[in-house]
């Protein structure tokens, strides 16, 4: 274990992110963070995790970065000592945590016996989720998601937008403001929620390769698939990113991917922990307990046009904007499964009921359903009533 060599690693992360002025909205959150927990941030590749340590170590002169994700070989318990004793290191901050061997047993005895604090990263959420139970009361664990809409036009337009509560969209409270950034909503569902957009306008070879690090790495890492499973796996997502949102359950995937209910569920909750599919469990009774199974922006892009796919783009925007803003979503399904509003969402203790849809959405398929708030978010809109631009739920995170 080389520390200097390390230090100067250290110091060239720090130079790579003195270009990048602006930071995340969940920076603050690192910055605030006091106590004795750790703080875990889990997510996507490529949502800027790594950006964010490298840029709270420039902020904080006695922290320490170090990317595991590397063939450096690091005794870390024995390395946070020295920084601690020689260097007087208060905060380490471990980049893609689940490269490190027995990392959960490496962090328990660092929290057992060494007074620093600790902040990581991971891409991979399907081991970190599974050892949270152990870490409960040592780790605060945070998702970081792509762009909201209203971050994304921080970052491209450099202006703060204050958050939309649903109270203000329902009285048309200061909606105007928001209005005029309608013509970045295509661009933004074309890929601008990843932050590296911004410097790549074209996402989608990057994004393959995310997919492609994800099902060929990322998920054998962490489990005991074997390969024809994996390659069952990829054209699961293959079909769901083709394929229509009405009736994409387990059963439905069952069918068309020839692999039983059981196996269907597992590889849907490997990739939602993945953050490429977003199943959405029903409300009501008597009703089929399988979720409406939709993805995370934009991968349904890789396997069809815009034009194509806009329809299923439009609820995977809607129950993330609703998710982001930490509401609770589910969909809505009759008994007998005729046709629904899309989506219920507990207010304040209140029952909202939500359709979304393109021009001509309206609000016939709210018959029969009771709830103290209906909404209808269209594509293509004007404001009215209680009929909205769909783009407008990307400012309520």
């Known amino acids: 274990m080389n520390i200097n060599h390390l230090f100067e690693l250290h110091e060239l992360a720090k130079d790579s992110v003195k270009k990048y002025q602006k930071k995340r909205f969940f920076y603050e959150t690192l910055k605030k963070s006091t106590g004795k927990h750790f703080l875990g941030v889990v997510g ?12 709270y170590a420039c902020d904080f002169e006695n922290s320490f970065y170090i990317s595991l994700d590397s063939d450096e070989d690091i005794d870390l318990f024995e390395l946070v000592k020295i920084l601690i004793n020689k260097y007087k290191i208060n905060s380490i901050l471990l980049d893609e945590v689940h490269f ?25 959420s399907l081991s970190l989720y599974e050892s949270l139970y152990d870490f409960s009361r ?17 970052f491209i337009k450099d202006t703060i937008l204050p958050v939309l509560t649903i109270d203000q969209l329902l009285k048309n409270y200061s909606i105007s403001q928001y209005l005029k950034y309608e013509y970045l909503f295509e661009p933004y569902l074309k890929g601008g929620i990843y932050p590296f957009n911004l ?47 009405d009736n994409m359950n387990y059963s439905n995937i069952s069918r068309n991917i020839g692999i039983t209910k059981y196996k269907a569920e597992q590889y849907v909750d490997l990739l939602k922990r993945s953050f490429i599919l977003n199943p959405v469990f029903p409300t009501g009774t008597n009703v089929l307990k ?25 609820e995977d925007f809607i129950v993330e904007s609703l ?75």
């Open 44 to 55: 996507p590749r490529g949502v800027g995790k790594t950006i964010l340590l490298r840029q």
């Open 100 to 124: 490190l061997p027995k990392y959960e047993q490496v962090l328990k005895k660092i929290y057992d016996y060494l007074n620093i604090k600790v902040i990581f990263t991971s891409s991979v």
């Open 138 to 154: 040592r780790v605060k664990l945070y998702t970081l998601y792509p762009f909201s809409f209203r971050e994304y036009i921080y």
């Open 199 to 245: 410097e790549e306008p074209d996402v989608f070879p990057i994004l393959s390769n995310i997919l492609d690090k994800i099902l060929n790495r990322d998920i054998p890492s962490v489990t005991n698939l074997r390969y024809e499973e994996i390659q069952k796996i990829k054209k699961l997502v293959k079909y769901i990113g083709l394929a229509e949102v």
């Open 290 to 314: 399988e979720p409406k199974i939709l993805m995370f922006l934009p991968y349904r892009l890789l396997f069809n046009s815009y034009e194509m796919c806009v329809g299923p783009l439009r």
């Open 323 to 397: 998710q982001l803003a930490d509401y609770s979503v589910n969909y809505l399904k009759s008994k007998r499964g005729e046709k629904t509003p899309d989506y219920l969402i507990d207010y304040k203790g209140k029952h909202i009921i939500i359709e979304v849809g393109g021009n001509g959405k309206g609000r016939e398929q709210f018959k029969g359903f009771k709830a103290e708030t209906k909404l209808v978010f269209s594509h293509d809109s004007y404001l009215s009533n209680d009929k909205y631009p769909l783009f407008l739920a990307g400012f309520f995170s």
